[in-house]
């Protein structure tokens, strides 16, 4: 499974926003569909913003190594 895979099974939507944000990515939940978090460079970029904020770091980190582990 891949983080994509993972954050759009939990409700994570990447949608365009301005460059003017710093970025043309954004995401936004299903959880919390009225907020919106912009201004990355790369759909990779907002996954990994979102599984930090989800998660913390460390555990955000662990959670990927599990993912790569899973898709051996």
């Known amino acids: 499974m891949t983080l994509e895979e993972f954050a759009q099974g939990a409700g994570v939507r990447i949608c365009h926003c301005d460059s003017e944000w710093g970025g043309n990515f ?6 919390h569909p009225n907020s919106t978090v912009k201004g990355f460079k790369t759909k990779k970029a907002a996954y990994l913003d979102w599984l930090e904020d989800m998660f913390g770091k460390t555990t955000g980190q662990a959670v990927l190594k599990l993912l790569k582990e899973k898709g051996k």
């Open 26 to 31: 954004a995401y936004t939940t299903t959880d």
